[in-house]
Each structure stands twice: as structure tokens, then as C-alpha cells.
């Protein structure tokens, strides 16, 4: 059979829902394990324990990088019902990934004169390839979902075109963020909702308490889909499967028109 011959569509009608591959970023106590406990048969790798009030399977809670890849390379191996895979969170993670870099390379720390100009940064992302690569093939040759879950952390942005203003922004480092937004079809925003209510001369913030799922890039903060899905939603997995699944239903409608 020829290249050409191997072509096909995106997605046949009728198929099956493709798996996803998501990043849920989000304020702290917003409910992104939550979220991932409501996804489908979900099995947690943890780099924080995170879960002590939740009812969800999980692994032994992972104390090095490399315990946290045989978890992930179990699940690749061995014959499991689960269809999700949750990494909770990938800043925990990136802490354990920090001490593996600098194990395997002698070195005391980012900072440390031995490591030259960049390395650290260039082996912590190799690192991060070697992960992203093992949940890849669990999204490709075992059908699963990955959901990695991200803490933010308000940080000066620097904007080519404007003056540098204050936006949410994930807590690993700029490399290791840019690896992870560029991988996941799907890098979402959790947040409250709040309003600012103006007295006088004074503005105040207030929340009642909702919760928003947000799918576009906005100034506060960064957002990604490879689907028209509305800009905001309910934050709750079962919501964004909803949307997801129309979502693709009127792609493959587009398409057959």
C-alpha cells in the first residue's frame, strides 16, 4: 500500500470518542483532583498526596521520578480496566524531576556552576519528554485519557506589545510549561467566578462560589482547544465531555458536508 493510499479522515462517523489528552490548570482547593476523580475509571499516579478526601484508585504516592515512570510503565505492560490516568500535579512532579536531574548529574542544584549555561533546563525537559512519551503511548496504543493537573501561581508577563502586567501562569519552569501546553490538545483554566463591585472610590472582589472551566486564552491567564468549545464551562468532567462530544460531532457533520 502506497502513502497515499494510507490517508484518511480525522475521525470516521459513528467512531468511537477519541481519548483525550488535557492539562487542568487552576487556583488552589478549585477541585482539579476532583475532576479528575470524576473522569472515566480514573487511576492516579501521585506526586503530592492530594487525595485524602477522595474516593479514587490510586498509586503508592510516588517519592522520586522514577518511581513515577514505573507507574507509568506498569500501566503500558500489564492488562488494567482503567481508562484515565491522572498525574496530580505536574508541579510536584517537576520537584521530582528537579532531584532526578541533578542525581543523575552530580550536580547540587539548577544553580550549580558545574551544570554550564542551560543544562539543568535542557536535561529537566528531556526528562519531561521521557514522561509525556510514556503517557503518550498510553493515550495512543492503550486508549486512555491523561488528564495532568497544574497549580498556578500569579507571575509577571511580559508582553511584546503592551506594558508587563500580572497573569496566572502554571509553576514549573518556562520550559517544562511550554513542553506541556504544546503536548496536551486540551490546556484548560479552572477559577471561580468573581465579580468586582465598585463603592465610592473603593472596588471589591466577590465570589459565591462558582466555578468556571475556561477553554480560550485570555489576558489572566492561558487556554487552549483543538475544538470550538464554548469559552466557558461548568467545571466538572461530566460537562466537558458533553461539549467535547458535540464538539466533535459537528466537526465530523463539517466534514461530511
Known amino acids: 500500500m502506497s502513502l497515499l493510499q494510507q490517508i484518511t479522515s480525522t475521525r470516521p462517523a459513528g467512531g468511537p470518542i477519541p481519548p483525550v489528552r488535557m492539562n487542568i490548570q487552576g487556583t488552589d482547593g478549585i477541585g482539579k483532583s476532583t475532576f479528575g476523580a470524576g473522569s472515566i475509571d480514573p487511576i492516579f499516579i501521585q506526586a503530592e ?3 485524602s478526601f477522595i474516593n479514587a484508585p490510586r498509586f503508592p504516592q510516588a517519592d522520586t521520578w522514577s518511581e513515577m515512570l514505573e507507574q507509568v510503565k506498569s500501566l503500558v505492560t500489564e492488562e488494567h480496566q482503567y481508562k484515565t490516568v491522572v498525574l496530580d500535579t505536574t508541579d510536584a512532579a517537576a520537584k521530582l524531576g528537579e532531584a532526578y536531574v ?3 548529574n552530580g ?3 539548577a544553580a550549580d556552576p558545574k551544570a554550564g549555561y542551560g543544562a539543568f ?3 529537566e525537559e528531556n526528562a519531561w519528554v521521557h514522561l509525556l ?3 503518550n503511548v498510553l493515550h495512543t496504543q492503550k486508549g486512555m485519557n491523561v488528564i495532568l493537573l497544574s497549580h498556578v501561581a500569579s507571575k509577571a508577563y511580559k508582553d511584546p506589545e503592551l506594558e508587563p502586567y500580572d497573569r496566572w501562569e502554571m509553576r514549573c519552569n518556562k520550559k517544562v510549561n511550554s513542553l506541556i501546553k504544546d503536548w496536551v490538545d486540551f490546556n484548560l483554566f479552572a477559577n471561580y467566578e468573581t465579580q ?3 463603592d465610592g472610590q ?4 466577590v465570589s459565591y462560589g462558582n466555578r468556571g472551566l475556561y477553554t480560550r486564552f485570555a489576558a489572566a491567564y492561558d487556554a487552549k ?3 470550538e468549545l464554548p469559552n466557558k464551562l461548568e467545571f466538572s468532567w461530566n460537562n466537558f465531555m458533553e461539549a467535547y462530544t458535540a464538539a466533535l460531532a459537528a466537526t465530523t457533520n463539517t466534514e461530511a458536508a
Open 49 to 51: 498526596d492530594g487525595l
Open 102 to 104: 541533578c542525581e543523575q
Open 107 to 109: 550536580w547540587s542544584s
Open 121 to 123: 533546563y535542557v536535561a
Open 133 to 135: 512519551s510514556g503517557l
Open 196 to 198: 468586582l463591585i465598585k
Open 202 to 205: 473603593k472596588a471589591r472582589g
Open 225 to 227: 482547544s483543538r475544538l
